[in-house]
Nanobody, 121 residues
Framework: QVQLVESGGGLVQAGGSLRLSCAASGSILSIKAMGWYRQAPGKQRELVAHITSRSITNYADSVKGRFTISTENARNTVYLQMNSLKPEDTAVYYC???????????????WGQGTQVTVSS
């Protein structure tokens, strides 16, 4: 069974930085893409950043230039480097990945349980 586990969240002051990590484990054949979403209280979950197996990235306009997504393929891990954090970045951040594995015939999207990021003003 495939699982994603996030780490690296915490409390940081505005202007500070955090680096989130998400490691995929289990019966993985290949990872097609990985990404980060976030959900603030009372808000819909939104895409933050996404990276494909070809290292093509995209970002939400609100984080462009401040956040960087990257992968460490050998460890099935995706990172989100978050710089110049703002209070409005406060949310639970969720890792997701499009993975062929877990006994499925087709690739599917898996989600982590989330890690809290709180940015104080």
């Amino acid at each position: 069974q495939v699982q994603l586990v996030e780490s690296g969240g915490g409390l940081v002051q505005a202007g500070g930085s955090l680096r989130l990590s998400c490691a995929a484990s289990g019966s993985i054949l290949s990872i097609k893409a990985m990404g980060w979403y976030r959900q603030a209280p009372g808000k819909q979950r939104e895409l933050v950043a996404h990276i494909t197996s070809r290292s093509i990235t995209n970002y939400a306009d609100s984080v462009k230039g401040r956040f960087t997504i990257s992968t460490e393929n050998a460890r099935n891990t995706v990172y989100l480097q978050m710089n110049s954090l703002k209070p409005e970045d406060t949310a639970v951040y969720y890792c997701n990945a499009d993975i062929l594995g877990g006994g499925s015939f087709y690739s599917r999207t898996y989600w982590g349980q989330g890690t809290q990021v709180t940015v104080s003003s």
